[in-house]
């Protein structure tokens, strides 16, 4: 709507001075009686110009945003509209109507060489028809609790646990179709040793010949002996490029451990145990 002319305000106001109510006033030019009340009082304080007018407000970009988005993945809703010049509410909602959410950031090493995974997942391809099992190992923390909670906002919530040294029992176990196969509960660290009884006592009886064991790189699992054990059996080994844990899908198990164990292993008398019936409702 546009502003009466500064000619109609100052016709109205005459008016008044000259001995015209302001309800008349009103009538004869059409306006309302408050408008009237207004510009009689205005030419007191801040004369009878017309406010300037606000405009309409700036608009978000979807386009724009979405690219903001990728260049600035982890920039806050109140940055982005700092870049745009809108306010953070309207980031959300937009965000969200372009079903762009908030998540936990992934691990990307700089180490990683791409070429190496490239060639690991053709590797992987020509596998078709083998039976491939990956293996990896764990830490459980006796601590382990979940780390999230609801309070009223401004309140802190705690979890309670031992102060005294903490408690840790690793697990190693192989994995196929989203289940654990062979899995081993076992007190302290691992390394070459153990990985060697593992193979020659738990998976490889439990295996099919012809199998194909996928590992990472690390230093302890190569033991001196543990190739000649493998091809033994009749199966074999593959590791996984350097740095390409996200190559591994018994990582998405050890976090389904996790979360099973989270309510129960604090507060469990035989810890162990219950990390290795845990484990057997993970098998296939």
Avoid at 69 to 84: I, L
Avoid at 178 to 193: A, I, R, T, Y
Wanted: hydrophobic share 35%; proline share 6%; net charge positive.
């Amino acid at each position: 709507m546009q502003p009466y002319s500064i000619d109609l305000r100052t016709r109205i106001v005459e008016f008044v001075d000259k001995g015209g109510s302001k309800a008349e006033a009103a009538r004869r030019f059409n306006v309302c009686r408050m408008t009237a009340h207004r510009y009689v009082n205005a030419q007191h304080t801040g004369g009878l110009s017309p406010k300037p007018q606000g405009g309409s407000k700036p608009r978000l970009d979807s386009g724009r945003l979405r690219r903001e988005v990728q260049r600035h993945p982890d920039a806050t809703p109140q940055e982005y509209g700092k870049t745009f010049g809108v306010s953070h509410v309207a980031v959300w909602h937009r965000l969200r109507q372009l079903a762009i959410t908030l998540k936990k950031k992934r691990i990307a090493y700089r180490e990683r060489d791409e070429v190496q995974r490239w060639l690991f997942r053709r590797e992987m391809e020509s596998l078709a028809g083998r039976p491939v099992f990956f293996l990896d190992e764990s830490g459980v923390d006796h601590r382990l609790h979940k780390a999230y909670a609801r309070a009223p906002r401004g309140e802190a919530v705690y979890a309670s646990v031992h102060g005294a040294r903490r408690g840790r029992t690793s697990v190693i176990s192989a994995s196929r179709g989203g289940k654990l196969v062979s899995p081993f509960v076992f007190e302290g660290h691992c390394n070459g040793d153990i990985i060697e009884a593992y193979f020659a006592q738990s998976l490889l009886p439990s295996i099919p010949k012809g199998s194909v064991v996928v590992l990472d790189n690390a230093s302890f699992h190569r033991p001196p002996r543990l190739q000649a054990i493998v091809e033994a059996a009749g199966c074999s080994l593959m590791f996984l490029p350097a740095y390409s844990p996200d190559l591994n899908p018994i990582e998405h198990i050890w976090a389904t451990l996790k979360r099973l164990l989270q309510d129960r292993l604090p507060k469990a008398k035989n810890k162990r145990l219950l990390i290795e019936r845990t484990c057997l409702r993970l098998c296939a």
